[in-house]
């Protein structure tokens, strides 16, 4: 059924989405970090969020843990579930976005089509993947969460980089190299995109 079939029609904003960016001083993206578990997502996009946040930026994270305790509490990590999770994710990170904030989302988001669904909910260059590039087995090194322990006797499965894959983007906005540099140079790299594609300024 469609919406249209449904009844439901859409109803236009009194604010627009200029107005509420002209606002804020810093245009509306979202910063899509991607890579394994433990590849330095969230600790990446909470040290930017911090770096925006003292600029008076408007932002938020949506993170994967955090996610899940909520809007996709009834989600576990199967394929279908992990594609459905990414697109609410997308939707909301596009609800922020047309909030006039920058969203940064940090979520392993290991399918490349998810991905790209994402980046078409918006216009072009709203959309910003950020690759943390790290060897599964420096990720395994770290371990932060235990998990990968976990998962290599077996006890979660469809794990990314142990018994499920992980696409890397082809084509990203941004690579970061989270193995070869410290946070802060990562956090640099994101700052200096933002202000040379004008983000912020
Ligand atoms: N350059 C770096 N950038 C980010 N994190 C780094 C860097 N160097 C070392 N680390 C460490 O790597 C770990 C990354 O963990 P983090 O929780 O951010 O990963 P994640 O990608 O969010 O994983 P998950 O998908 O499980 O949530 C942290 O312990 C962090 O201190
Ligand atoms: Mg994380």
Not at 25 to 48: D, E, M, P, R
Not at 113 to 139: K, W
Request: one cysteine or more; charged letters at 25%; hydrophobic letters at 40%.
């Amino acid at each position: 059924m469609t919406v249209l079939d449904n009844n439901i029609h859409w109803h236009n904003t009194l604010v627009s989405h200029v107005e509420r960016e002209s606002r804020n001083c810093h245009k509306s993206v979202i910063l899509w970090f991607t890579g394994f578990s433990g590849s330095g997502k969230s600790t990446i996009a909470h040290a930017v969020e911090r770096r925006l946040f003292e600029l008076n930026c408007a932002t938020f994270v949506l993170d994967g843990d955090n996610v899940r305790h909520g809007l996709c509490v009834d989600l576990e990590f199967s394929q279908q579930d992990r594609i459905e999770n990414i697109r609410r994710i997308g939707e909301m990170a596009k609800l922020f976005t047309e909030a006039g904030m920058i969203a940064l989302t940090a979520f392993i988001s290991p399918y490349a089509t998810d991905r790209d669904r994402v980046r078409a909910l918006v216009e072009p260059d709203r959309f910003v993947e950020i690759y943390c590039c790290c060897s599964v087995e420096m990720c395994e090194k770290r371990d932060v969460k235990g998990l990968y322990a976990k998962a290599r006797k077996g006890l979660i499965k469809d794990f990314t980089g142990i018994s499920s894959g992980y696409e890397a983007p082809m084509n990203p906005e941004l690579s970061i190299n989270t193995e070869g540099q410290n946070l802060d140079e990562c956090v640099d790299q994101v700052m200096a995109y933002l202000k040379l594609k004008n983000v912020i300024s």
